[in-house]
Each structure stands twice: as C-alpha cells, then as structure tokens.
C-alpha cells in the first residue's frame, strides 16, 4: 500500500510537470507533448477495443491519424499553412473505410466505427486545444500563443478531481451516477466544483479578459471574472461526463484500467478521459461568449 501510494505521487508529480512545463515552454513542446498524447491515446483505444474480441482496427493507421489531426489544426491554428493541410487525414479516414472491403474480417461496420470512434472521441477534442492556445491578434495582425487558456482547462480538471476525493471521502453519502460509477458522490461533485471555481478567480485576477486593467476596466474586471466562473463551470460538469463515458466504456469492455503506461494512475485515457469532453465543450463555450 505504501509503495503503490510512492509511486503514484512520484508519477502524478513528473506528469503534472511535463505537462505543465510543456504548455507554459513553447508553442513547440506544447505541439510535440499533445501530438504524441493523441497518438499514444488513439493507439491505446484500438488496443482496449480489440481487446474485447468483437472489432479488430488498425491501432498504428488510427494513432497516425489521432498525431496528424493535432499537428494540422495546429499548422492551420497559426497560419502556417492553408485548408490543403487536412487533406492528407481525409485520405487516411478514407483508407481506413476502403481497407476493410478487401481484409475480409469479421466484424467490419464494428472496425468502421470504431476507427472512426478514436477519431472523434480521443482524436479531435486534443486536437482543439489548438483552438485555446492560439489566437489572431487584430492589434498586430500576428497570432498569439496564450498557453494560459489550455492549461487551465487542465487545472479545473484537477482541482475538481482533488475536491471530489477530499469532500466525497468526507461526507459523500448520495451516489452520482452509481450504475456506472458507485463510488462518485453529488457531494463530491459539488466539492470539486467549488475548487475549480475558487481557482477561476485566481485565472481572472492573473489572467483578465477583455483587458480589464484598462480605462473603465472595473465592469470589464467583473465580467471576465464571470467569464472564467463560466468556464470553470463548464469544465466541470463536462469532465464529469468524460470520466463517466470512459467508466461507461471500461465496465463494458470488461477491464478496470485503460493502459499501465503510467504506474500507479493507469493509462492515458484514464488521465485525459475528463478531458475529452470537456475541451471541445470549453471552445464551444469560449467562441459562445466571443471571447475570440
């Protein structure tokens, strides 16, 4: 019990570094960290999937398509390039339909799926952390990296995560969502919650929106502080429906962790599961209050 807790605090620290340390660096670690993530996620859906001896996908193919999803938005996020850059995946996604007329496996439309399912579940919400991280400047007509945007998605997550332990321990008593996670409690939920949201003041204070120092900047100080409640918010309630459709996923696959790529904690999708959901539903809200 004591080493598994050892390891598990020495592996949750070097992640939380590296991931850290590569958004804040350079538009560059933060392109190669996420890039790598999204394949190492994708290869590591196909494996559970064929795990379950009902589908056979290409692991490699689709993990090639999760990297270079990422590294395109990415390259069109900045202007690197033009729309063309996506053409080479829609031949990838094209290849992976087409493969299966001729490989004469048994389960065909399940491989379809679920080539595509890594494709828009663990692919693409990776991929729209390019949409958070950079921004057109009209003031300079250059585009801006702002790792502040992505990263916080992030510290929601875990604040939330640590708040629903701490207060669930203490006085979890009514089950979230006990079919298919008996051990989330409302009063977790609610707990981590408020974490994330008393660390959205922090962001707001630091980080304001709209440039609230300026001249009448004490009405625009409140609403960036809402803005980044908003999110806070948003974050939360999507990462709580990320970690229960990948509990969902497991209890119907049969296993109890995704991976063991990191010892102590499981696999990637057990460490991103909260995000998949909660990055695309973070741009959604983001571009709704024209914060871009």
Request: proline residues 4%.
């Amino acid at each position: 019990m004591k080493s598994n807790f050892i390891q598990r605090t020495i592996t949750g620290v070097l992640f939380v570094a590296v991931l850290v340390g590569c958004i804040l660096y350079s538009p560059l670690t933060f392109g190669i960290l996420f890039a790598l993530i999204s394949a190492l996620s994708v290869h590591e859906f196909g494996h559970i999937v064929n795990q379950s001896g009902v589908v056979s996908i290409n692991k490699n193919i689709t993990s090639l398509g999760g990297a270079y999803l990422f590294l395109a938005l990415m390259s069109y996020s900045t202007y690197a390039t033009d729309a063309r850059v996506f053409l080479p995946y829609l031949v990838l996604l094209l290849y992976l339909m087409i493969t299966e007329l001729y490989l004469k496996k048994e389960n065909p439309i399940g491989n379809w799926a679920y080539s595509m399912l890594s494709q828009l579940y663990v692919a693409l919400p990776f991929a729209l952390l390019n949409l958070l991280a950079f921004r057109n400047d009209p003031a300079t007509s250059s585009v801006v990296y702002n790792p502040v945007l992505p990263l916080s998605i992030f510290v929601f997550i875990w604040l939330s995560d640590t708040g629903a332990y701490c207060v669930g321990s203490l006085i979890g008593k009514h089950r979230l969502f006990e079919r298919i996670s008996p051990k989330k409690s409302w009063e977790g939920s609610i707990g981590g919650g408020v974490f994330s949201i008393a660390s959205s003041f922090v962001f707001a204070f630091l980080f304001p929106f709209g440039h609230a120092v300026e001249a009448g900047g004490a009405a625009m100080s409140v609403a960036s502080t809402l803005q980044w409640a908003g999110l806070a918010v948003v974050v939360v309630i999507f990462g709580t429906w990320g970690d229960l459709t990948e509990s969902l996923m497991k209890r119907q696959l049969g296993i109890k962790d995704s991976g063991n790529i990191l010892p102590g904690h499981g696999g990637m999708l057990d460490r991103f599961d909260s995000a998949l959901m909660a990055i695309p539903a973070a741009v959604i809200y983001l571009y709704a209050v024209t914060l871009f």
